[in-house]
């Protein structure tokens, strides 16, 4: 370990002389090679540390949450500055165990959503009229109203042929985050309420 030049070496390599150099309190190291050795040590050491923490946060685990939850929420542009790499390398992965997950809770999904739609009547109105007028304000006078209703009646004709619901979807979403686009017909596709579903309000299908 590297030693200020007011630091003399005694028989025990760890241990050091009153640093003369930088004798500004009464410990037996100065602060720059207490530091240097803590470093050390703690490189040396760790698995020892990740073991220690471990048993500490498994006998303390309501403690250790609440404080872990704590620094989250105090330090939110760090975590996300930190968690971006891997939502970034996960993307696929993650959209793939996502189609997974609709799939195979598709029907306790549904009920959910329909219970949830049920207690809160007046929160789905309130977007079902907010949806209403953003159509409105997307729509221009130049949008051919009848090609836009026959992709409303296509959809009804594949639910009713296929037994599952389908829906009108934009392409580009009337409100996305990086762009809107318009309430026409070539704006519009039919897909399945799952594909609706997982796309939100993402670009493209």
Known sequence: MKK?????????????????????????????CAAAYGKTWRADN?????ADKKTYRQNNLVHARNKAKLWKRDNAEKVKLLRQPYLDRTVEKRR?????????????????HRQHKKDNPARYAS????RQARKLQATPVWADVGMIRAFYELSAFCTELTGEQHHVDHVIPLQGKLVCGLHVHNNLQVITENENLMKGRKYGA
């Open 4 to 32: 200020c030049s007011g630091c003399k070496k005694q028989k025990d390599e760890n241990e050091f002389s009153v640093c003369k150099a930088h004798s500004d309190s009464l410990a037996s190291n100065c602060k720059p």
């Open 46 to 50: 760790a698995e020892k540390i990740r």
């Open 96 to 112: 793939a165990q996502a189609a997974i997950n609709e799939i195979k809770n598709k029907e306790s999904n549904l009920i959910r």
């Open 127 to 130: 977007m079902c009229r907010l």
